[in-house]
Protein backbone atom coordinates (compact mmCIF):
# COMPACT_ATOMS: atom_id res chain seq x y z
CA UNK A 1 0.00 0.00 0.00
CA UNK A 2 1.13 3.50 -0.64
CA UNK A 3 2.05 5.94 1.85
CA UNK A 4 1.33 9.38 1.71
CA UNK A 5 2.18 11.31 -1.46
CA UNK A 6 3.71 14.59 -1.64
CA UNK A 7 4.25 16.76 -4.92
CA UNK A 8 6.77 18.38 -5.34
CA UNK A 9 9.37 16.88 -3.84
CA UNK A 10 11.57 20.02 -4.84
CA UNK A 11 10.23 23.77 -5.54
CA UNK A 12 12.44 26.75 -5.91
CA UNK A 13 10.45 29.87 -6.89
CA UNK A 14 11.24 33.66 -6.58
CA UNK A 15 9.82 35.72 -3.91
CA UNK A 16 6.22 36.95 -4.80
CA UNK A 17 5.87 33.84 -6.87
CA UNK A 18 2.28 31.62 -5.82
CA UNK A 19 3.81 27.81 -4.19
CA UNK A 20 0.89 25.17 -4.64
CA UNK A 21 2.40 21.63 -2.01
CA UNK A 22 0.06 18.86 -2.50
CA UNK A 23 -0.66 15.90 -1.11
CA UNK A 24 -2.53 12.51 -0.87
CA UNK A 25 -3.27 11.01 2.16
CA UNK A 26 -3.04 7.08 2.95
CA UNK A 27 -6.88 5.35 1.56
CA UNK A 28 -8.98 5.29 4.51
CA UNK A 29 -7.41 7.83 6.86
CA UNK A 30 -9.78 10.66 8.43
CA UNK A 31 -7.21 12.57 9.31
CA UNK A 32 -4.72 15.01 7.70
CA UNK A 33 -2.23 17.21 9.14
CA UNK A 34 0.18 19.42 6.88
CA UNK A 35 3.80 20.58 9.18
CA UNK A 36 6.15 23.36 8.55
CA UNK A 37 10.47 22.12 9.80
CA UNK A 38 12.85 24.27 9.98
CA UNK A 39 16.07 24.27 11.39
CA UNK A 40 15.40 27.10 14.01
CA UNK A 41 11.76 26.15 14.45
CA UNK A 42 11.97 22.55 14.59
CA UNK A 43 8.34 20.01 13.36
CA UNK A 44 5.50 22.90 13.61
CA UNK A 45 1.86 21.73 13.04
CA UNK A 46 0.29 24.50 10.61
CA UNK A 47 -2.97 22.97 10.03
CA UNK A 48 -5.07 19.69 10.35
CA UNK A 49 -8.31 17.88 8.73
CA UNK A 50 -10.80 15.71 10.27
CA UNK A 51 -12.84 14.19 7.79
CA UNK A 52 -11.95 17.12 5.54
CA UNK A 53 -12.93 19.74 7.75
CA UNK A 54 -10.29 22.06 8.82
CA UNK A 55 -10.14 21.58 12.25
CA UNK A 56 -7.18 23.74 13.66
CA UNK A 57 -5.54 26.14 11.75
CA UNK A 58 -3.74 28.34 14.68
CA UNK A 59 -0.07 27.52 13.14
CA UNK A 60 -0.95 28.84 9.94
CA UNK A 61 2.27 31.94 10.45
CA UNK A 62 -0.44 34.39 8.04
CA UNK A 63 -2.79 34.83 5.61
CA UNK A 64 -0.37 34.09 2.97
CA UNK A 65 -0.64 30.89 3.66
CA UNK A 66 -4.49 28.52 3.17
CA UNK A 67 -5.07 25.02 3.00
CA UNK A 68 -7.91 22.48 1.65
CA UNK A 69 -9.22 19.60 1.30
CA UNK A 70 -11.31 19.12 -1.48
CA UNK A 71 -11.96 15.05 -0.84
CA UNK A 72 -10.34 12.22 1.07
CA UNK A 73 -7.57 11.62 -1.11
CA UNK A 74 -6.43 15.24 -1.86
CA UNK A 75 -5.16 18.33 -0.20
CA UNK A 76 -3.19 21.55 -1.08
CA UNK A 77 -1.08 24.01 0.80
CA UNK A 78 -0.57 27.42 -0.53
CA UNK A 79 1.49 30.16 -0.14
CA UNK A 80 1.01 33.52 -2.30
CA UNK A 81 2.90 35.52 -2.25
CA UNK A 82 6.03 33.67 -1.42
CA UNK A 83 8.54 35.18 0.92
CA UNK A 84 12.08 34.05 1.62
CA UNK A 85 11.32 33.42 5.33
CA UNK A 86 8.73 30.21 3.75
CA UNK A 87 12.07 28.71 2.91
CA UNK A 88 11.67 25.24 4.67
CA UNK A 89 10.43 21.38 4.39
CA UNK A 90 6.79 21.00 4.61
CA UNK A 91 5.16 17.74 5.09
CA UNK A 92 2.08 16.00 5.30
CA UNK A 93 0.72 13.22 7.24
CA UNK A 94 -2.07 10.93 7.93
CA UNK A 95 -3.90 9.16 10.52
CA UNK A 96 -6.97 7.00 11.00
CA UNK A 97 -8.56 8.96 13.40
CA UNK A 98 -9.49 6.50 15.16
CA UNK A 99 -7.86 7.06 19.04
CA UNK A 100 -7.03 10.36 20.14
CA UNK A 101 -3.93 10.13 22.19
CA UNK A 102 -2.11 6.98 20.54
CA UNK A 103 -2.48 7.65 17.04
CA UNK A 104 0.03 6.48 14.55
CA UNK A 105 0.89 10.05 12.08
CA UNK A 106 2.64 8.77 8.79
CA UNK A 107 4.23 11.50 7.21
CA UNK A 108 5.33 11.48 4.08
CA UNK A 109 8.44 12.24 1.96
CA UNK A 110 8.23 16.17 2.30
CA UNK A 111 8.32 19.25 0.17
CA UNK A 112 11.59 21.33 -0.15
CA UNK A 113 11.08 24.41 -0.77
CA UNK A 114 13.25 27.28 -1.52
CA UNK A 115 12.25 30.84 -2.08
CA UNK A 116 14.98 32.95 -3.59
CA UNK B 1 8.95 28.48 25.40
CA UNK B 2 8.83 24.71 23.86
CA UNK B 3 6.51 22.78 25.80
CA UNK B 4 8.96 19.84 25.07
CA UNK B 5 12.74 20.22 25.66
CA UNK B 6 15.26 17.60 24.25
CA UNK B 7 18.56 17.03 25.60
CA UNK B 8 21.10 16.55 24.15
CA UNK B 9 20.21 18.76 20.92
CA UNK B 10 23.31 16.84 19.04
CA UNK B 11 25.14 13.60 20.13
CA UNK B 12 27.82 12.06 18.04
CA UNK B 13 29.21 8.44 19.41
CA UNK B 14 30.95 5.80 18.40
CA UNK B 15 29.23 2.45 17.20
CA UNK B 16 28.93 0.09 20.33
CA UNK B 17 28.46 2.63 22.93
CA UNK B 18 25.10 3.15 24.54
CA UNK B 19 23.38 6.21 24.89
CA UNK B 20 20.11 8.41 26.41
CA UNK B 21 17.94 11.09 25.15
CA UNK B 22 15.63 12.88 27.28
CA UNK B 23 12.21 14.06 26.37
CA UNK B 24 11.29 17.22 29.23
CA UNK B 25 8.15 19.50 30.07
CA UNK B 26 6.30 20.53 33.06
CA UNK B 27 2.96 19.82 31.36
CA UNK B 28 1.60 16.18 32.03
CA UNK B 29 0.61 14.11 28.87
CA UNK B 30 -1.84 11.74 27.95
CA UNK B 31 0.36 9.82 26.33
CA UNK B 32 3.82 10.40 24.72
CA UNK B 33 5.06 9.59 21.00
CA UNK B 34 9.12 8.91 19.89
CA UNK B 35 9.55 9.31 15.84
CA UNK B 36 12.99 9.06 13.86
CA UNK B 37 13.96 10.83 11.03
CA UNK B 38 16.56 10.56 8.28
CA UNK B 39 17.68 12.44 5.98
CA UNK B 40 15.47 13.50 3.16
CA UNK B 41 12.58 11.80 4.60
CA UNK B 42 9.74 12.24 6.92
CA UNK B 43 9.55 11.07 10.75
CA UNK B 44 8.64 7.24 11.69
CA UNK B 45 7.03 6.20 15.02
CA UNK B 46 8.84 4.10 16.84
CA UNK B 47 6.55 3.86 19.79
CA UNK B 48 3.42 5.35 21.49
CA UNK B 49 3.61 5.41 26.16
CA UNK B 50 0.69 5.89 27.64
CA UNK B 51 1.00 4.68 31.12
CA UNK B 52 3.29 6.54 34.07
CA UNK B 53 6.21 4.29 34.52
CA UNK B 54 5.76 2.84 31.80
CA UNK B 55 8.93 0.85 29.82
CA UNK B 56 8.76 -0.38 26.69
CA UNK B 57 11.31 -2.19 24.56
CA UNK B 58 12.07 -2.02 20.70
CA UNK B 59 15.43 -4.37 20.31
CA UNK B 60 18.34 -2.36 21.51
CA UNK B 61 15.69 0.57 22.04
CA UNK B 62 14.57 1.15 25.35
CA UNK B 63 11.51 3.80 25.99
CA UNK B 64 10.35 5.17 29.39
CA UNK B 65 7.59 7.39 30.36
CA UNK B 66 7.87 9.57 33.56
CA UNK B 67 6.00 8.29 36.52
CA UNK B 68 4.16 11.63 36.87
CA UNK B 69 3.60 11.97 32.91
CA UNK B 70 5.78 15.08 32.40
CA UNK B 71 8.98 13.45 30.42
CA UNK B 72 10.54 10.56 28.54
CA UNK B 73 13.82 9.08 27.61
CA UNK B 74 15.04 6.55 24.71
CA UNK B 75 17.97 4.78 25.83
CA UNK B 76 19.73 2.80 23.09
CA UNK B 77 22.17 0.08 23.69
CA UNK B 78 25.29 -0.94 21.19
CA UNK B 79 24.55 2.13 18.79
CA UNK B 80 24.77 1.07 15.27
CA UNK B 81 25.12 3.23 12.15
CA UNK B 82 21.95 2.73 11.04
CA UNK B 83 20.87 4.06 14.40
CA UNK B 84 21.65 8.06 12.85
CA UNK B 85 18.94 10.55 12.58
CA UNK B 86 16.85 12.71 14.25
CA UNK B 87 15.12 11.79 17.24
CA UNK B 88 11.54 13.98 17.91
CA UNK B 89 9.41 13.12 21.24
CA UNK B 90 5.83 14.66 20.61
CA UNK B 91 3.09 14.74 22.43
CA UNK B 92 -0.82 15.10 21.93
CA UNK B 93 -1.92 18.69 23.44
CA UNK B 94 -4.90 21.11 22.93
CA UNK B 95 -7.83 18.93 20.82
CA UNK B 96 -7.35 15.45 20.58
CA UNK B 97 -5.26 14.41 17.45
CA UNK B 98 -2.86 17.88 17.84
CA UNK B 99 0.37 16.98 17.96
CA UNK B 100 3.13 18.98 19.41
CA UNK B 101 7.19 18.11 18.18
CA UNK B 102 9.76 18.24 20.47
CA UNK B 103 13.04 20.26 19.54
CA UNK B 104 14.99 17.20 18.31
CA UNK B 105 17.83 15.37 19.56
CA UNK B 106 20.46 14.84 16.72
CA UNK B 107 22.55 11.27 16.72
CA UNK B 108 25.40 10.83 14.44
CA UNK B 109 26.80 7.14 15.04
CA UNK B 110 30.34 6.38 13.54
CA UNK B 111 32.37 3.63 13.31
Known amino acids: DAGVIQSPRHEVTEMGQEVTLRCKPISGHNSLFWYRQTMMRGLELLIYFNNNVPIDDSGMPEDRFSAKMPNASFSTLKIQPSEPRDSAVYFCASSPGISSGTDTQYFGPGTRLTVL | TQLLEQSPQFLSIQEGENLTVYCNSS?????LQWYRQEPGEGPVLLVT?????EVKKLKRLTFQFGDARKDSSLHITAAQTGDTGLYLCAAFTGTASKLTFGTGTRLQVTL
Open chain 2, 27 to 31: SVFSS
Open chain 2, 49 to 53: VVTGG
